[in-house]
């Protein structure tokens, strides 16, 4: 069927009225998100954004310009609309939903309504001494993905954007970038939130000991004793959504480093999951472009972006719909009466 399907969205697509290939990558955007759909006419219904947030053992240890308190003070900024994620979300008509997966604060339920309150712990452990999250909150983790991207589907969503907000979240990031994709974790650590030399040096330090640590207390890891001894809640949340968002044939839109090595760690666990993903943006961030090289992954956009949030694949939106309109609404040759010439 995928063959077949294949074969009539390329006749369709070169039969559009215009040079063979002309449209470029929206050619292949479109190509793909008819064969996720399984359709030769796919639609872009209520596109949904969910934004996870935690904090993580590591940070403190050092590897964050940021301070830890920024986490939670973004997560209330964000019922006002504030954050670049609202402006985005608001821009390209997205549902955002920001939910509360292990922030180190209290969120009070009727100040702060805007969060979903999902928390599993006031921060993950210290990867540097131990795993980050156990079994059990591993699998409560992956669940709530799998929940939000439910009721993202059952309000007619076919389109999945995730972002995350958690001080210190590049160091797994780069972690998980050099056990899976086996490149020196020199070139995986960068500047994070802005440290500078000094401070990448010292991030770099750290995570070599958290990596020969794990190494020395784990005998034959599988994937998930990987990432779920590294990552945080807020990841393995996206983890879980991204695997969910693949079994429901939805468009998913990913973002920068994090949800890159998301992409990467939920690939680890089912390689069909990628099949669904559209790499909206290459970031700053010093390992994002290697990332995005050796998992062959062609972003989108390269805006120098390093915010994240999911800010990065918003932005690569309109790309998407732009192909999808294009496919659906363009005229052939036949129809409209032009001499087709190759």
């Known amino acids: 069927m995928n063959s077949e399907l294949r074969s009539a969205l390329q006749d ?7 040079p063979k290939g002309s449209l470029g990558v929206l050619e292949e955007i479109a190509m793909q998100v008819g064969l996720i759909q399984q359709t030769l006419t796919p639609q872009l219904c209520h596109p949904c954004h969910i934004l996870f947030g935690g904090d993580h053992g590591i940070e403190r240890e050092g590897v964050s310009l940021s301070p830890r308190e920024v986490t939670w003070q973004q997560m209330i900024n964000y019922g006002r609309g504030g954050g670049g994620v609202n402006v985005l979300c608001r821009q390209h008509g997205f549902t955002l939903r920001i939910v509360d997966m292990g922030v180190d604060y209290y969120f009070d339920p009727v100040l702060y309504a805007h969060i979903i309150p999902r928390k599993i712990r006031y921060g993950t452990r210290n ?8 079994e059990e909150e591993w699998e409560q983790a992956l669940a709530v993905g799998r929940e939000q991207v439910d009721a993202c589907h059952a309000e ?4 999945l954007c995730l972002g995350e907000m958690g001080i210190g979240n590049t160091s797994p990031s780069s972690v ?6 086996d490149i020196p974790l020199q070139q995986c650590v960068g500047a994070g939130s802005g440290l500078d030399d000094a401070g990448i040096r ?3 330090a750290v995570l070599t000991k958290a990596v020969q640590h794990f190494h020395d207390t784990n005998n034959d890891p599988s994937a998930t004793d990987t990432i779920r001894y590294f990552v945080g ?12 968002a693949a079994e429901l044939r939805m468009v998913i839109l990913v973002d920068g480093f994090i949800m890159t090595a998301c992409m990467l760690a939920a690939q680890q666990l089912d390689p069909s999951v990628r099949d669904c993903a559209i790499f909206g943006h290459c970031g700053d961030e010093g390992g994002h472009q290697l990332m995005l090289q050796a998992m062959n992954a062609q972003p989108l956009l390269r805006l120098s972006m390093r915010l994240g949030e999911g800010t990065g694949a918003l932005c690569a939106y309109p790309i998407v719909a732009s192909a999808v309109h294009l496919l659906n609404e ?9 001499t087709k010439y190759f």
Request: proline share 0%; no cysteine; charged share 15%.
């Open 127 to 134: 990867f540097l001494h131990e795993a980050a999250m156990t």
């Open 202 to 204: 010292h991030k770099l």
């Open 12 to 18: 369709k697509i070169d039969n559009l009225n215009k």
């Open 156 to 159: 007619g969503s076919n389109v």
């Open 176 to 181: 998980l970038m050099h056990l899976f994709l």
């Open 330 to 338: 363009m005229d052939n040759f036949q129809h409209a009466a032009i």
């Open 233 to 244: 809640y807020e990841m393995a949340a996206a983890i879980g959504a991204m695997l969910r």
